[in-house]
C-alpha cells in the first residue's frame, strides 16, 4: 500500500530559519536576530501557527482515505467480548434452581475497584447431584477417568479408547477365611451339571488379598481332584472390600477362554478350610498333677501329660485358638508316645473324661475306658481317641462343638480342652515292704505314666456354600451369594459384558430430573482434532443413550463439541424412567456415548467434565432505551448513549399507521422472527433491520445503519424516513463491552450481582477465551485494500490470511498453506494477540473460541468443495546458551538481562524477526541469526559462542529446522559473560 505523503514536511525550526533567512531581503533595517528581540519573538509564534496548519494540512489525505474506507462500508471493527464457563453450586437443601438467562457475574474489585462483568448466556437448571464415575470401554479393555471430573490433569484423556485389559475374575470369600495362612489350606469345590469341571479349573488363576496386594496362591495338585481345588496359605490374610461388601476374600481370575460357555455353569460353590502339613502346635500346654498344681509343658519336648504319678483328677490341658475357633471343623490331635519309654500301662478301672471349656464350665466331649479299650463320644462331637487313653500313639478327633467358648485356665484366656483321670491310674509307686527280717522292693502295678514326644492339631471345616461368591466380568460385578447358599439355580461365573463400538460412560449419584441437562466438556486444544482421512468426507457419529432399566434409549442430545473434536456443551433432557446400573463396580445411573461411525487421525483428550456449567460473555445488557423522536426529515441521526454498542441491538419504531403485511413478510423473512406487535394505547412497534449501507435499500424499507455511536436513516430514496412521533425510536436490547480484559484468569468470576437463593458459589475453572479490543485505524488502514482485493472470497493463501484476520481484532499473525495430505485443503495457522504485562515474552496459544471464529469466517469466504483446517500455531522449545564478552565498564546483571532480552525479543512470535513483525513461520534458526541479535546490546563487546539445544530431541544442534506452521519459543538463555579486561 502507498504511504499516505506529507502535502508539507516542514517543521517549526524549519520556517523559523527561512524567515529568518528572508529577512535581509524584505527588511535590510533589521540586524538583530538574538533571540531577546521582539520581532524573532513575533517570527516564532508565527511559526508555531504555521506548524499547527501544516500538521491539519497533512492529514486530509489520511480523512480522505478513511472517509473513502467509510463509503464502501469498511468500518472498525467493534470490540469482541470474551466467554468464559461458570459453573454454579447448589446447596445441599435444594433439589434444583434454575438460573435465568443475563444472570450478572463479576470479578472481585481490583485495587482501583474496577471489576469485570459478565451474563450467562443461556438459562442453566443447577441441579443437586454429581458426576461420581467416568470410564471408556472398548471391547474388554476399560479405563476409570473420574479424576477428571472433580479436578481436571492437563494430558486429558481419551473418551473411546480402555488401556486397561478388562479381566474376569471369580471372588469367595467369608469371614472364616481369616485363618488361611502358612500351613493351611482352603478346598473350593464346584458342583456343576456338566463334566467338564476339571477343564474349568484348569482355566483359573487363583490369589489371595494379603492386606496390601494381591497374591498367587499354588493349587496342591496331590489334595486337588477332578472338581476341587485346595490352595495352600501363603501368609496372614487381609480384609479387602470387593462390590461394596468388605470380607476375607480369594479370588480366580480366568486366564484362558472356555471351549464353550456352558463350562463356566455352577451350580454351587463349596468351600472349607483346613491343615495341611505337620499341623500345628496348640498355644499352650498345662499338666494338673494335683488340685491347682499347673505346670507348664513344652509341647517341642517330651512331656508328662499328666505328671509323673497321674492319680484321680489328674488333668491335662491344651489351647489352641486358631484350631478350635472353626465351628462344627473336624479336629484331629497327633500324639505320639515317647518311642523309649516304657508302654504305659493302665488299671482296669482307668477312666479318661474329655472335656471341652464353654465359658466358665467344662462341657463333655467323650470318655475313654482304657482298661475296657472303649470310646464314648457325646451325641453330634464324633469323638474317636486312636490313643485308648494315652496307651499308644494314635490320633483324638471330634468336631468342635458349637457351645465352645473362651475361658480362663490358670490366669490365661483361650479355647481350651482338657483330659481328666476320673477313676483309675496307670500304675502305682512301688515301695519297700519288710519280708521278716528283709526290706523288700515290691511293686505290683508299677507305675508307667505316658510320655509324648509330639502334639500336632489339624483341623478341616466341613464343605459348605461360600457365604460370598462375586463375579467380575469386563469391571460389572454379580453377586451370586444367595444363589450359591440355596443350590438350587445354576448360574454363569463368566459372562461377556463388552462394547462392540467405543464407549464413554458417565455415572451421576442421583437420577437426572425431567429438565434440560448441560453436560461441559473440556478439551485439550493444543491438540488439532480432524476427522479421519479417507476418500470420502468421515463424520463422527456418536450416539448419546441412558439406562432404562432393561434397555439403553436415545438421549436426542444436542453435541457442541462435533463429536469431541472441540469443547462444548452436550445438551439433553433428563428421562424418568432413568435407573441405576452396574458398571466398573459401581451401581449410578449412567448415561453413554457411542461412537457409532466414523474416527480421529488424532484421539481428542478431554481434560474435564463439568455439570451445572454454562457460558457467560463480557458483556452489559440493556432494556429499553429511547433514542429519540423522530421528526420525518431525510437523513436522521440518532446518537447512542453507550458505546461501542456490540451486534445484534434491536432497534423499534412506533408507527402510527400499520404496515402493509406484504411489507411486514418481507421484514419477517429477513429478521427470521417476530417483527411487529401492537403498542398502548394505539400504533404499531416495527422492528427495523440494521444494514452495511443504504445504497440498495428503497424507499419503502425499514433499513437503518450503525455507524460507530451513530444510528442513521434514510432519505426516502434509499431507506424509508421513520415516521414523525414523540419518542418513537427506540433500543427495546443492546449490549455493550468486550476487550481484552474479559478474558480473566481461571477462579476469577466469582460474585454474583444478583444473589440467588440456595447457590452457594460460582466460578470459572477455566480462563476467558475470545476477548478483543475495538480495530485500530492502523489495522483497518492496512486490512482494507485486502478486503476491496478478495472481494470477500478466499482463493489465494494471502485470501485466506487477512479475511482470517477479518473474523476477530484478537488475531496477531495468521498462515496460510496447502495441505500435503489431500488436495483442496488449506491449514491455517492463528497466533493471537497477547497482553505483555503480566509476561513480556508470553507463548501466544490462540483459545477455542478464537479458532472457532476464524473458522467460520474462513467458511463462509472459500470456494465450494475447499477444506480449511484451523489450528494453534506449533513451537519449537529450544534453549540457547551463550557466551559474551561486555566492556570493562558494563554492569554484569545489566549486560545478563539485556541480552536475555534481545534473545527473547529476536525471536518473539509477534515482535521478532529483523523486521519486528514476528519470527517467519517456517523460517530455519541459524546460530548466526543471533550473533546478530547480541551484538545489537551495547555493552557487549563481541560474543564469543552461541550454543542451540533442542528440547524436544535433548540435543545440541548447528540449527532449528521448523514446520510449515512452527515458530521457535525460547524457553531459556544461559548465559556466560566475562569483562573485556579480563582477557586483554
Not at 103 to 117: E, F, H, K, W
Not at 414 to 438: F, N, Q, S
Request: some cysteine.
Amino acid at each position: 500500500m502507498i504511504p499516505s505523503p506529507n502535502l508539507d514536511d516542514r517543521t517549526f525550526e524549519d520556517i523559523v530559519d527561512e524567515a529568518i533567512r528572508l529577512i535581509p531581503q524584505y527588511c535590510p533595517e533589521w540586524t538583530n536576530f538574538n533571540k531577546s528581540d521582539p520581532g524573532i519573538t513575533l517570527i516564532e509564534l508565527f511559526a508555531w501557527m504555521m506548524e499547527m496548519v501544516l500538521y491539519r494540512l497533512n492529514k486530509v489525505p489520511q480523512k480522505n482515505y478513511l472517509a473513502f474506507l467509510d463509503l464502501i462500508g469498511i468500518r472498525l471493527k467493534p470490540p469482541q467480548p470474551a466467554r468464559v464457563v461458570v459453573t454454579f453450586k447448589l446447596s445441599d437443601k435444594k433439589d434444583l434452581l434454575k438460573v435465568p438467562k443475563l444472570t450478572t457475574l463479576a470479578t472481585q474489585p481490583a485495587n482501583d475497584g474496577s471489576v469485570v462483568s459478565f451474563e450467562t448466556t443461556e438459562p442453566l437448571t443447577v441441579i443437586n447431584n454429581q458426576i461420581l464415575s467416568c470410564f471408556s470401554q472398548y471391547g474388554r479393555k476399560l479405563t476409570d477417568h473420574s479424576a477428571y471430573v472433580n479436578t481436571g490433569l492437563k494430558e486429558g484423556f481419551d473418551p473411546f479408547a480402555g488401556t486397561v485389559h478388562s479381566e474376569r475374575y471369580l471372588y469367595v470369600g467369608g469371614d472364616n477365611l481369616w485363618d488361611l495362612n502358612m500351613g493351611n489350606a482352603l478346598r473350593i469345590r464346584f458342583d456343576t451339571v456338566h463334566e467338564q469341571t476339571d477343564e474349568l479349573l484348569s482355566l483359573l488363576e487363583w490369589s489371595a488379598w494379603d492386606g496390601s496386594r494381591w497374591i498367587e496362591m499354588d493349587a496342591d495338585p496331590a489334595m486337588s481332584d477332578f472338581d476341587s481345588v485346595v490352595l495352600r496359605g501363603r501368609r496372614q490374610m487381609g480384609r479387602v472390600e470387593v462390590n461394596g461388601v468388605d470380607s476375607f476374600w480369594v479370588r480366580a481370575r480366568l486366564a484362558l477362554p472356555p471351549s464353550s460357555p456352558d463350562i463356566t455353569h455352577v451350580q454351587s460353590i463349596q468351600a472349607a478350610l483346613m491343615t495341611v502339613g505337620d499341623g500345628m502346635l496348640p498355644d499352650h500346654v498345662y499338666s494338673e498333677e494335683s488340685l491347682d498344681n499347673f505346670q507348664v509343658l513344652d509341647p517341642q519336648r517330651p512331656f508328662h501329660p499328666f505328671g509323673k504319678q497321674p492319680a484321680e483328677e489328674s488333668a491335662f490341658y491344651l489351647q489352641a485358638d486358631g484350631v478350635f475357633s472353626h465351628k462344627n471343623a473336624e479336629i484331629r490331635i497327633w500324639f505320639e508316645l515317647k518311642a523309649d519309654a516304657p508302654t504305659p500301662s493302665p488299671s482296669e478301672e482307668l477312666t479318661l473324661e474329655w472335656e471341652y471349656l464353654a465359658g466358665k464350665k467344662w462341657q463333655p466331649l467323650g470318655q475313654v475306658f482304657a482298661g475296657q479299650e472303649l470310646v464314648k463320644g457325646v451325641k453330634g462331637i464324633d469323638f474317636e481317641d486312636g490313643t485308648l487313653g494315652f496307651t499308644r500313639s494314635g490320633m483324638i478327633s471330634f468336631k468342635v462343638p458349637p457351645k465352645m467358648e473362651k475361658g480362663d485356665v490358670n490366669g490365661l484366656e483361650g479355647l481350651w480342652i482338657r483330659c481328666r483321670i476320673a477313676k483309675g491310674d496307670y500304675g502305682v509307686p512301688g515301695e519297700y515292704v519288710l519280708d521278716g527280717d528283709t526290706w523288700i522292693w515290691k511293686e505290683e502295678r508299677p507305675l508307667r505314666p505316658p510320655i509324648l514326644t509330639r502334639t500336632n492339631l489339624r483341623f478341616a471345616d466341613p464343605e459348605r456354600p461360600a457365604a460370598l461368591v462375586m463375579a467380575e466380568n469386563d469391571g460389572v460385578f454379580s453377586d451370586f451369594s444367595d444363589l450359591n447358599q440355596a443350590g438350587q439355580t445354576e448360574f454363569e461365573l463368566f459372562q461377556t459384558v463388552e462394547e462392540a463400538s467405543p464407549t464413554l460412560y458417565i455415572g451421576f449419584e442421583k437420577p437426572l430430573p425431567n429438565e434440560e441437562i448441560k453436560l461441559y466438556f473440556k478439551l485439550r486444544e493444543e491438540l488439532e482434532v480432524q476427522p479421519e482421512a479417507s476418500d470420502m468426507p468421515s463424520q463422527q457419529v456418536i450416539e448419546w443413550e441412558y439406562f432404562a432399566g432393561t434397555q439403553w434409549k436415545n438421549l436426542f442430545a444436542k453435541d457442541e463439541t462435533n463429536g469431541f473434536s472441540r469443547s462444548g456443551f452436550v445438551t439433553f433432557l433428563g428421562q424418568p424412567d432413568f435407573v441405576k446400573s452396574k458398571r466398573l463396580g459401581k451401581s449410578l445411573y449412567f448415561i453413554r456415548a457411542r461412537l457409532q461411525m466414523g474416527g480421529y487421525i488424532q484421539a481428542p483428550r478431554i481434560q474435564r467434565v463439568l455439570l451445572n456449567s454454562v457460558y457467560a460473555s463480557n458483556v452489559t445488557t440493556y432494556g429499553e432505551t429511547v433514542l429519540g423522536s423522530s421528526d420525518g426529515v431525510p437523513d436522521q441521526e440518532f446518537h447512542l448513549l453507550r458505546s461501542p454498542v456490540l451486534p445484534g441491538q434491536e432497534l423499534w419504531v412506533l408507527e402510527k399507521e400499520k404496515p402493509p403485511e406484504k411489507e411486514i413478510q418481507q421484514l419477517a423473512e429477513a429478521m427470521g422472527r417476530e417483527v411487529m406487535r401492537k403498542a398502548k394505547p394505539h400504533g404499531w412497534w416495527v422492528l427495523w433491520q440494521e444494514v452495511d449501507d443504504l445504497y440498495q435499500s428503497g424507499g419503502r424499507d425499514r433499513h437503518y445503519v450503525k455507524d460507530g455511536d451513530v444510528i442513521r436513516f434514510g432519505d426516502g430514496i434509499h431507506g424509508m424516513i421513520p415516521p414523525k412521533g414523540d419518542k418513537n425510536v427506540r433500543l427495546m436490547r443492546f449490549q455493550v463491552g468486550g476487550g481484552l480484559q474479559g478474558n480473566v484468569v481461571p477462579g476469577a468470576v466469582t460474585v454474583l450481582k444478583k444473589t440467588l437463593p440456595d447457590i452457594e458459589s460460582v466460578t470459572n475453572y477455566f480462563p476467558g477465551e475470545g476477548g478483543a479490543d475495538m480495530e485500530s485505524l492502523d489495522e483497518v488502514k492496512k486490512r482494507a485494500p485486502y478486503v476491496i482485493r478478495s472481494r470477500q472470497r478466499a482463493v489465494t493463501a494471502e485470501d485466506f490470511e487477512w479475511l482470517g484476520r477479518e473474523a476477530s481484532t484478537g488475531v496477531a499473525r495468521i498462515k496460510a498453506f496447502p495441505c500435503t495430505r489431500r488436495e483442496g485443503e488449506v491449514t491455517v495457522v492463528v497466533v493471537p494477540k497477547v497482553d505483555r504485562k503480566a509476561d513480556p515474552f508470553p507463548r501466544p496459544v490462540a483459545s477455542g473460541e478464537l479458532l472457532n471464529r476464524v473458522k467460520t469466517r474462513l467458511d463462509q469466504a472459500k470456494l465450494v468443495g475447499t477444506k480449511v483446517n484451523v489450528s494453534r500455531a506449533r513451537y519449537k522449545d529450544i534453549k540457547v546458551g551463550v557466551t559474551v564478552i561486555r566492556q570493562g565498564a558494563a554492569d554484569s546483571e545489566t549486560v545478563r538481562q539485556a541480552v536475555e532480552n534481545s534473545i527473547r525479543e529476536f525471536l518473539d512470535p509477534l515482535i521478532g524477526g529483523r523486521n519486528h513483525r514476528g519470527w517467519p513461520f517456517g523460517k530455519t534458526l541459524l546460530k548466526i541469526d543471533l550473533y546478530h541479535a547480541i551484538e545489537l546490546v551495547s555493552s557487549v563487546e563481541f560474543v564469543e559462542s552461541v550454543t542451540l539445544y533442542d528440547l524436544d530431541t535433548q540435543r545440541v544442534v548447528e540449527q532449528v529446522r521448523l514446520g510449515p506452521g512452527e515458530l521457535p519459543f525460547v524457553q531459556q538463555v544461559e548465559i556466560v559473560e566475562r569483562a573485556l579486561e579480563r582477557i586483554i
